[in-house]
């Protein structure tokens, strides 16, 4: 090894091991790794009508159990502190994954960070990042510092980010790609990586003097997963070596916090508990995937559905492109037996895409994923393709699908209506909708157009217009009536004076 590779490989050392590693599996196997450094720049309010600046790091110590990787959308969820999260949502489009969502919820009622605070509330704030196409079985790095502005009282700021999302063969890929802001490459940072990575077990001890988290004093992370690259090391200063440190990109999206969240009361009472235990290694973080929620009992003890208010929001957009409220039960045989379960939407994530002649949303909340596509032809719009994946009780996953569907038709530029409890047959698969409103295409200003409703739903439009119509009819004759009577008074007027 020349002395220049040592060099290199002290400079990696270093900066590997004192990021947030996590690793996120399910079953035993890694689906999702993770090791990043963040500051938050927090602006909040003091007495006196003043303000206050809070920054603080994301500590080395996190949970991560309510992180979870399905087929086509994971998340990413980090815990820490007194009831702060960040979670990052990866979604997979061909052969590309990409970040879809960064939200940050942090508690002003922590007064370790947010001194003096003068609310005690839980603030969420969301962006969509601008992290590019990443490809499938390959890690994201970025080095550089990218300052992300969340919101006007939020900056985010990311730096020796190796992140990868989507893993399949259970070990963390060699392959990178690395961010745009990184430039051409260095002497291989990967192949360092190979070299490195015989050792396994960290002690990476680095004490995070935040003026705030008090919790954090020296971690020890044992991370056993095949494919964790640390190293041991231990250093409390980040000094970058070997990095350059180009001009940070920043994207300045704001995502507007109002019509997107689907329901959250129950999310910040979890967020609060989950990180009052102070158990937090991170390795044995089970996905939810596994456990079964509701032992899947027959039919008439299922409430109805929660219905969830999803919506799609495009790159650099304030503003939603497709929205869609909906309450979903399924019902499949599972050894000759017919089970029913509802998709819990209170936890479910989403994404999506929104085009101009298709459009698509994916929901996630464990067991069940569903992939709506809607398409547009020219004057109307419907739900073409549907494609559901469930996890069954006994760990089996299976999936059904149907791309010639016409369901859902609207005009474009209206919204599809459906208040009742409509069924559908998707293959072995019977989906049902509650309370269903979806405009896929020509949102305007993040909220539905007129509605079209189904058919012998009870608010039916039709009753009303049947009964304006008739009544226009009405008074059409009536007005005609009265002239044609009044001509007729006249003509004979005439008459008479000849
Ligand atoms: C966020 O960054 C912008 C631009 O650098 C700066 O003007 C603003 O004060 C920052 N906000 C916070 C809360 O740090
Ligand atoms: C992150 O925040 C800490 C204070 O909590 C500060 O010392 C450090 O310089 C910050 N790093 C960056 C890259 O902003
Ligand atoms: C969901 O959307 C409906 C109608 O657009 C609205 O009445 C309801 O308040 C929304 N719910 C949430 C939790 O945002
Ligand atoms: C942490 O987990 C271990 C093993 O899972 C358990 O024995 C211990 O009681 C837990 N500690 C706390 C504080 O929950
Ligand atoms: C972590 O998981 C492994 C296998 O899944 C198990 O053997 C081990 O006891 C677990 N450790 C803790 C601390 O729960
Ligand atoms: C979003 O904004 C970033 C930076 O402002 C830009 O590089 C990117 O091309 C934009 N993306 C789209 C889809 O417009
Ligand atoms: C949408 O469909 C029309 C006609 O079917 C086609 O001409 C157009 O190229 C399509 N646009 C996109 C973006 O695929
Ligand atoms: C449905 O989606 C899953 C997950 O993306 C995929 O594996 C499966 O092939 C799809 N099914 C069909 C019939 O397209
Ligand atoms: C898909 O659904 C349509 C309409 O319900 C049906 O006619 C068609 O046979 C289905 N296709 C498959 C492959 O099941
Ligand atoms: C599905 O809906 C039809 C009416 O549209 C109803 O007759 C049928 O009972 C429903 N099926 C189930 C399983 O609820
Ligand atoms: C629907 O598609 C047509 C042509 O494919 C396009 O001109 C029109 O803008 C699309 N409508 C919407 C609302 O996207």
């Not at 996590?22 to 890694?30: N, Y």
């Not at 962006?127 to 080095?143: A, F, N, Q, S, W």
Request: hydrophobic letters at 35%; a neutral charge; glycine letters at 4%.
């Amino acid at each position: 090894m020349s002395p220049y590779t040592a060099l290199l490989l002290f400079a990696f050392m270093i900066q590997m091991s004192c990021g947030t590693e996590v690793t996120i599996t399910t079953g035993d196997q890694l689906c999702l790794y993770a090791n990043l450094r963040v500051n938050f720049s927090v602006l909040y309010e003091v007495a006196d009508q003043k303000t206050q600046v809070a920054v603080f790091e994301l500590p080395e110590k996190v949970t991560s159990d309510e992180s979870m990787c399905a087929k086509v959308v994971s998340v990413l969820k980090l815990n820490f502190g007194d009831g702060h999260s960040l979670s990052i949502i990866f979604s997979v489009k061909d052969n590309h994954y990409e970040a879809n969502l960064i939200k940050f919820t942090y508690n002003l009622r922590d007064k370790t960070v947010f001194k003096d605070s003068v609310s005690d509330e839980l603030q969420k704030v969301k962006v969509r990042p601008h992290i590019p196409d990443v490809e499938l079985g390959t890690c994201y790095t970025c080095k550089s510092k990218d300052t992300i502005h969340i919101s006007p009282t939020v900056n985010m700021t990311l730096w020796n980010v190796v992140i990868q999302a989507f893993i399949s063969d259970g070990a963390k890929s060699q392959k990178t790609t690395p961010c745009p802001a990184d430039g051409p490459p260095y002497p291989s940072p990967t192949s360092i990586t190979t070299t490195a990575s015989t050792t396994t077990t960290t002690a990476a001890s680095t004490t995070t003097t935040t003026a705030a988290s008090t919790t954090t004093a020296s971690t020890t992370t044992a991370s056993t997963t095949a494919a964790s690259t640390t190293t041991a090391s231990t250093t409390a200063a980040s000094t970058t070596t070997a990095s350059t440190t180009a001009a940070s990109t920043t994207t300045a999206s704001t995502t507007a916090a109002s019509t997107t969240t689907a329901s959250t009361t129950a999310a910040s009472t979890t967020t609060a508990s989950t990180t009052a235990t102070s158990n937090t290694t991170t390795p044995n973080a089970t996905t939810p995937t596994t456990t079964p929620t509701t032992p899947s009992t027959p039919t008439p003890t299922l409430p109805t559905p929660t219905t969830g208010n999803f919506s799609v929001t495009p790159v650099n957009s304030t503003d939603a492109c497709l929205l869609f409220n909906v309450g979903l039960r399924i019902g499949y045989k599972q050894e000759n037996k017919y089970v029913e379960k509802n998709f819990d939407s209170n936890k479910a994530e989403f994404s999506g895409s929104c085009g101009v002649n298709s459009s698509d949303i994916v929901l996630v909340s464990d067991p069940i994923t569903f992939r709506f596509t809607f398409t547009n032809d020219t004057k109307k719009f419907r739900l073409h393709a549907l494609n559901v994946t469930v996890t069954t009780s006994s760990g089996v996953s299976f999936s059904v699908a149907n791309s010639s569907l016409s369901l859902w038709e609207a005009s474009l530029g209206s919204s599809y209506m459906c208040n009742k409890e409509q069924n559908f047959t998707i293959d072995t698969l019977s989906l049902f909708t509650y309370n269903l409103r979806v405009q896929p295409f020509g949102v305007k200003k993040g909220t539905f157009s007129m509605a079209e409703n189904c058919k012998a739903d009870p608010e039916s439009f039709l009753v009303p217009i049947v009964v304006g119509v008739c009544l226009l009819v009405l008074i059409v004759i009536v007005v005609v009536a009265f002239f044609i009577g009044r001509k007729r008074n006249m003509a004979s007027n005439y008459e008479t004076l000849n």
